[in-house]
T-cell receptor, first 109, second 114 residues
């Protein structure tokens, strides 16, 4: 069963714009992770935020976590055509990850 | 360093045939996960192992599916007999045994059952 619900399902922006993706979940978590998947490839880990953290940055990525609302957001700043991919949130509960359905991001040059 | 290696990358076979998917995790990783990805159901966890021992197989759809990890560097996922609804992309991932560690994915096996 899917724990994470992502919003929007698809997002199309111009190069240079910011992209924001949201993730909501249902149960308590140890951490929340974001992954990227390029077409025909496996998932690649982007960033992990622990349940006691509120915000984390990595390069052009900014992740927030609100455990009271059971939600997270991923912001990609100054997007590039190479950022075109599907983005998934995953909640860590026990020893496993539960993935959302993903947001398909298209960045047009 | 080599990443997670899966084979074959593509498999096309007839309904009823046995299918075996293979995975070599990253050296030193002691957790291994098998996932299935479809358009309808997204990415589903089938089974995972810690230190070669199956911990949770609640995602395995039915008895036609089985997974083994005979040693720390090799795992198989077997479907016998295969059915058209098993068509999907199957991913293997590995990590250290710690929920605060990221998982590293292979590039998957695209399975088509005719």
């Amino acid at each position: 069963s899917q724990q994470g619900e992502e919003d929007p399902q698809a997002l199309s922006i111009q190069e240079g714009e910011n992209a924001t993706m949201n993730c909501s979940y249902k149960t308590s978590i140890n951490n929340l992770q974001w992954y990227r998947q390029n077409s025909g490839r496996g998932l690649v880990h982007l960033i992990l935020i622990r349940s006691n953290e509120r915000e984390k940055h990595s390069g052009r990525l900014r992740v927030t976590l609100d455990t009271s609302k059971k939600s997270s957001s991923l912001l990609i700043t100054a997007s590039r055509a190479a950022d075109t991919a599907s983005y998934f949130c995953a909640t860590a509960t026990g020893g496993k990850l539960i993935f959302g359905q993903g947001t398909e991001l298209s960045v047009k040059p | 360093d080599a990443g997670v290696i899966q084979s074959p990358r593509h498999e096309v076979t007839e309904m009823g045939q046995e299918v075996t998917l293979r995975c070599k995790p990253i050296s030193g990783h002691n957790s291994l996960f098998w996932y299935r990805q479809t358009m309808m159901r997204g990415l589903e966890l089938l089974i995972y192992f810690n230190n070669n021992v199956p911990i949770d197989d609640s995602g395995m759809p039915e008895d036609r599916f089985s997974a083994k990890m005979p040693n720390a560097s090799f795992s198989t996922l077997k479907i016998q007999p295969s059915e058209p609804r098993d068509s999907a992309v199957y991913f293997c991932a590995s990590s250290l045994v710690d929920s605060n560690q990221p998982q590293h994915f292979g590039d998957g096996t695209r399975l088509s059952i005719l």
